[in-house]
């Protein structure tokens, strides 16, 4: 089993927490985005662009993260990721696409927080202070640790990838959003979430992450092409 991946990616993160929980052995290949290897290019069925992270089983690709971890689901059942209740699974696949839609496709928190635009950087904050707070309201059901109740599913993992580089991107920017204050419960969410060694010790460095993110800024804002 081979494993695809960017270090700094919630993507990569996301999988590699999967196959930690469940856990699946395998190989952790990092990829360099400016200079993917020939591998990652012959296996990845989407030509023109080609996204990590990708997983090799049986050295057959599957792609997309929630792809993914619903393969790795239905190969390994041990520690569900998505509820074995049907409209249970339809709740946490609900909050993943959410979560996807409002700031995943857009990368409202790379190209919108990182923007050179004062109205662009605005309406990200607006998106990203919506989001927080209709997850928020639908936190953890009270006297569970987490989305998925007393375990992790797929819904702590989304948002898991969300959450940790939300904080980051604040740093590099000085923008808060992740207010302890008006987000209690998703605070004590992430306490319980970071709490767990599996996920901790399977999160990219902040200090480097930090590093990372300023120098993609830098980047972001000396290109001619972002506004
Ligand atoms: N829809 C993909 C998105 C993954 C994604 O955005 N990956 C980024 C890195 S975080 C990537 O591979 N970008 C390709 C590139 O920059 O060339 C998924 O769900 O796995």
Same mark, same amino acid.
């Given at each position: 089993m081979g494993l695809h991946g960017t270090w700094a990616s919630p993507y990569s993160t996301r999988v590699k927490w999967a196959l930690k929980l469940k856990g699946i052995p395998f190989q952790y290949i990092e990829e360099d985005l400016y200079n993917k290897s020939a591998l990652l290019l012959r296996y990845n069925p989407m030509h023109k662009k080609i996204f990590i992270p990708v997983l090799i089983h049986g050295q057959r690709p599957v792609c997309e993260f929630m792809v993914i971890i619903e393969y790795l689901d239905e190969m390994w059942p041990q520690y569900p990721l998505l509820p074995i209740d049907p409209y249970e699974r339809s709740v946490a696949r609900f909050w993943v696409k959410f979560i996807e839609d409002k700031v995943g496709k857009s990368k409202i928190l790379y190209f919108g927080i990182f923007n050179k635009s004062h109205e662009v950087q605005a309406k990200a904050m607006r998106d990203s202070l919506e989001m927080l707070s209709i997850r928020e309201e639908h936190g953890?059901? &009270?006297? &569970? &640790?987490?989305f998925g109740g007393d375990n992790i599913n797929i819904a702590d993992i989304a948002f898991g990838g969300l959450a940790h580089w939300m904080g980051v991107v604040e740093e590099v920017s000085g923008r808060k959003m992740f207010d302890a204050e008006k987000f209690p419960r998703l605070h004590a969410w992430m306490g319980n979430f970071k709490s767990l060694p599996l996920i901790a010790e399977n999160l990219p460095d902040q200090g480097n992450l930090c590093r990372y993110l300023a120098r993609q800024r830098e980047k972001l804002f000396s290109s001619s092409t972002h506004k």
């Open positions: 953890p059901n &009270k006297g &569970k &640790k987490f």
